[in-house]
């Protein structure tokens, strides 16, 4: 339908309404031809009374269609029903429909039907009407949206409808409001709880490419292996602790490969190294802290040198432990993917073993016949991870001890980059100094040593953040 003949249609009857009068117009009328703006403004208007209510409620209703028109100033007078209230409603936008756009006369529907017109006729004439309003709220809705102030999907109550039944006993047509069940109510609070433990797991097995220098402290082969990655890292939320500061790692990693130069074993370890750190600090100042640190690493394996019964290295042979007093810095970024822990230790215990008969104690620092040595002296340490992107990371630990007499540190540092969920790849790089360390068979190394480690393979993750 002609969006102009639905408000024309519209404007006529409230024109109707306000004007008090009974409209007349010409034989071609809204409902059976298209009504211009012409029809509206040459229409008469008279003979309606003001004070009758049931004047006041009446709506334009289609004309009976009449044979060819003959005189272009004959007029008919129209019909008039009551206006349902509901006509009024606010707009309320509901849903799009596609309404037929074709006009059907009033006797369209009857043409063929033995049914009397006189009737029936009603039932034309309220097609008619609602057809017309469901034209006239689509089209505000989409010519003028910002007019409709109300969506039937986020009203507050569901509108009400209705349905039309008939009464077999009294012959009535009864309508009633249908009363819509109620959905079951579901309790949806979200509840919070603090979490006063953050924890992190990464897990891997991965196969390696590793190189391991000639003078490597714990001994080890260059080849390619496999190996496991285990890091736990346990961390109290600063968000409910703002004064303390509390932090344990446990991490261990084991590389094995196979050794087929060595005619007394089919395997040999390239990587076998358990570490501990913890860190405990109470606030100072804005980000410094008094604090105590906690270092202890050794390994689990027996590692030999290759066609030789020469132990390499042993649990607790050798073994370190470390304990420092001093201050700490901590800082991290707004998003949380740079974090940083520098701690200076004035005062610093460092402790080495070595249980193992089999291996010299004296290559150590440790007295002939004795198993572990004290060393009291300063050291400093430096923790840091930094999430470059979504799926590279890194991960380093900078580590000096001194007791004035010699001075010994290690850098270790991680990269991985995550392929997806389950695969990743590491490189771990390891430098060491250690200046009581006896001179290497090989020149080009001294007192410094390397390791570094290429591998690809699975990893699993989890955190509680």
């Known amino acids: 339908m002609n969006i102009r ?40 208007i008279h003979n309606l009374n003001p004070d009758n209510p049931d004047d006041m409620l009446q709506l334009l209703a289609p004309a009976a269609e009449s044979p060819e028109v003959q005189d272009s100033t004959a007029v008919e007078e129209i019909v008039t029903t009551p206006l349902p209230a509901y006509y009024f409603r606010p707009a309320v936008f509901s849903s799009f429909q596609f309404l037929d756009t074709m006009r059907v006369s009033k006797s369209a529907p009857l043409a063929d039907s033995p049914l009397d017109p006189n009737t029936f006729g ?22 003028t949206p910002y007019l ?72 080890g082969n260059k080849n390619l292996n496999m190996l496991v990655n285990l890091y736990y890292n346990v961390k109290l939320n600063p968000a409910f602790h703002k004064k303390f500061l509390f932090e344990t790692t446990f991490q261990y990693k084991l590389g094995m490969n196979d050794a087929p130069n060595d005619s007394l074993r089919n395997y040999s370890v390239s990587e076998d190294l358990f570490q501990f750190n913890m860190l405990v600090g109470y606030k100072a100042s ?42 700490t810095y901590n800082y991290a970024n707004p998003k949380k993917t740079f974090t940083l822990d520098a701690s200076i230790s004035p005062l610093s215990w460092n402790m080495k073993t070595c249980f193992n008969k089999h291996m010299n104690e004296t290559s ?87 390791k570094e480690i290429l591998s690809f393979g699975f990893a699993y993750k989890f955190a509680t953040i």
């Open 364 to 450: 150590y620092g440790i007295e002939p016949g004795r198993h572990t040595v004290s060393e009291y002296g300063s050291s400093a340490e430096g923790k840091m991870t930094w999430q470059i992107c979504d799926n590279i990371s890194m991960r380093s630990r900078l580590f000096v001890f001194s007791d004035y007499s010699y001075a010994y540190g290690d850098w270790e540092n991680t990269f991985m980059f995550n392929i997806n969920r389950f695969l990743t790849t590491q490189i771990f790089i390891h430098m060491r100094y250690d200046s009581s360390t006896p001179d290497c068979d090989d020149p080009d190394w001294h007192k410094f040593q390397f």
């Open 148 to 219: 409709v102030r109300y969506d039937e999907a986020s009203l507050p109550e569901p509108p009400k409808k209705f349905e039309a039944n008939v009464d077999p006993k009294t012959a009535k047509i009864v309508i009633a409001e249908i009363i819509p069940e109620k959905a079951p109510e579901q309790k949806l609070e979200a509840q919070f709880y603090k979490r006063h433990w953050l924890k992190t797991f990464n897990g891997s097995v991965q196969f390696s490419q590793a190189y391991v220098s000639p003078n490597w402290y714990q001994g």
């Open 5 to 44: 003949s639905i408000f024309a249609g519209i404007f006529v009857g409230v024109a109707g309404l306000s004007q008090a009068a009974v409209i007349h117009v010409p034989e071609l009328t809204l409902f059976g031809a298209p009504y211009t703006r012409s029809e509206i403004y040459n229409s008469t």
């Open 286 to 327: 804005k980000r410094w802290y008094y604090s105590t640190n906690v270092s202890f690493k050794t390994q689990f394996l027996k590692n030999y040198k290759p066609n030789t019964h020469e132990l390499k290295g042993a649990f607790m042979s050798p073994g370190e432990l470390n304990v420092g007093v001093g201050m």
């Open 122 to 143: 009603w039932l034309v004439t309220d097609l008619y009407h609602n057809d017309l309003i469901r034209h006239a709220r689509q089209a505000v809705v989409v010519r």
